[in-house]
């Protein structure tokens, strides 16, 4: 079966660091991206990883670890624009079928 | 400005009726994608295309069609036997359909049936 573990909701506050946990299991599995989505928008691409480890694209890093099953999007000085639902997304299958949750809900407060 | 442009932003229609919502791409992009996504809900798949006049079945296609005439563009039509049409429809682009690649998306069209 293919399954993504994230939290529903999380809190935190301007200026701060917090770190969105995903598990996932899939069958067969390409690479995981993370998309951000503000409320009533699109989903707009933030990373991508296909090997173990960590990739860092300014305030926002990824990391992942393929045998576990695992991996962690670390946010850095939170900005209030920074509120939005994030994604967690494996890619899985011949063809680029991207599997989606409903993602993590964030909320930043001054 | 390139880019992945869906009109409208908000579409009404009454019950029984079809709608076609447009999806135009001009980032010279192969593959396409229609999601859906309900309220608290994850998106899902309704229709890809590879390439141009060929398409395949996503995980929820009952309802719904697709053409491929053009490469920049993927319309899809929510039929009236689509029992559950509200939501929001989300049109999508990559290079091709690697699995590598990275699917950028447009604002999405929020149909209403009532």
């Known amino acids: 079966g293919q399954n993504i573990d994230q939290p529903t909701e999380m809190t935190a506050t301007e200026g701060a660091i917090v770190q969105i946990n995903c598990t996932y299991q899939?069958?067969?599995?390409?690479?995981l991206f993370w998309y951000q989505q503000h409320a009533g928008e699109a989903p707009t691409f933030l990373s991508y990883n296909v090997l173990d480890g960590l990739e860092e694209k300014g305030r926002f890093s990824s990391f992942l670890s393929r045998s576990k099953g695992y991996s962690y999007l670390l946010l850095k000085e939170l900005q209030m624009k920074d509120s939005a639902s994030y994604l967690c997304?494996?890619?899985?299958?011949?063809?680029?079928?991207?599997?989606f949750g409903a993602g993590t809900r964030l909320a930043v407060h001054p | 400005d390139g880019g992945i442009t869906q009109s409208p932003k908000y579409l009404f229609r009454k019950e029984g009726q079809n709608v076609t919502l447009s999806c135009e791409q001009n980032l010279n992009h192969d593959a396409m994608y229609w999601y859906r996504q309900d309220p608290g809900q994850g998106l899902r798949l309704i229709y890809y295309?590879?390439?141009?006049?060929?398409?395949q079945k996503g995980d929820i296609a009952e309802g719904y069609s697709v053409s491929r005439e053009k490469k920049e563009s993927f319309p899809l039509t929510v039929t009236s036997a689509q029992k559950n049409p509200t939501a929001f429809y989300l049109c999508a682009s990559s290079i091709d359909a690697r699995s590598t690649d990275t699917q950028y998306f447009g604002p999405g069209t929020r149909l209403t049936v009532l």
């Open positions: 295309s590879q390439i141009v006049n060929d398409f």
């Open positions: 899939t069958s067969g599995f390409n690479g």
């Open positions: 997304v494996p890619s899985s299958g011949g063809y680029n079928k991207l599997i």
